[in-house]
């Protein structure tokens, strides 16, 4: 655009200065003074019009980075909130599991008190051996591995099962993964 104007701007120029007509030294003088005077005045007006059209220019540029800056703030909120719910569902995943897994280690200490209080009395012995939990003095860390061992032995009962469809099995398969990475700590 500035080079655009420069260019009509010589063009003027040498437009101007080719017109003249020199008949006498008077009179050459006198058109001088006043060519010169009138090219002064385009001067100032055709400056006045490229310094109004570059100011447009640049006011144009700055108010579309702004709003480019505008679209890219709003870009990061809308990321920022779509992590935020994506943990917070991830959290809620963690704690329903954390609450099932609760539930079913309360239900096999209950099913675990049960065996022990029935009469040691068999007709037959058992196929499999079965392991009764004996109270102990354990660390925090055995108990959690005890517990998803038990976790991992229940999902590989369920697997082991051949009534299960593709997309249950991947589920569970998906679920044991889930309980694994988030409890490996």
């Known amino acids: 655009m500035k080079k655009f104007i420069v260019f009509c701007i010589a063009l003027l120029m040498i437009g101007i200065g080719t017109t003249q007509t020199v008949n006498t030294a008077d009179a050459a003088f006198s058109k001088d003074e006043a060519v010169r005077e009138r090219f002064a005045l385009k001067r100032e007006r055709l400056a006045e019009v490229v310094s109004k059209k570059i100011a447009h220019v640049e006011n144009s540029i700055k108010t579309k980075l702004k709003e480019q800056e505008a679209k890219k703030v709003q870009k990061q909120k809308e990321e920022a909130e ?7 569902a991830e959290e809620e995943k ?5 609450a099932a897994q609760e539930a079913a280690t309360e239900q096999a200490a209950g099913s675990g008190q049960a065996t022990a209080q029935q009469p040691v009395e068999q007709a037959q012995p058992p196929l499999a051996p079965e392991t009764v939990e004996e109270p102990e003095a354990v660390s925090g860390a055995s108990a959690n ?16 099962d051949p009534n299960l ?3 249950e099995r991947q589920g569970i398969i998906q679920e044991k993964k889930n309980y694994n990475r988030n409890n490996h700590r």
């Open 82 to 88: 779509k992590k935020e719910a994506a943990t917070k």
């Open 145 to 160: 591995g005890r517990e998803r061992g038990q976790q991992n032995r229940e999902w590989g009962r369920q697997l082991g």
């Open 94 to 98: 963690v704690a329903s599991q954390a």
């Open 165 to 167: 469809t593709p997309e």
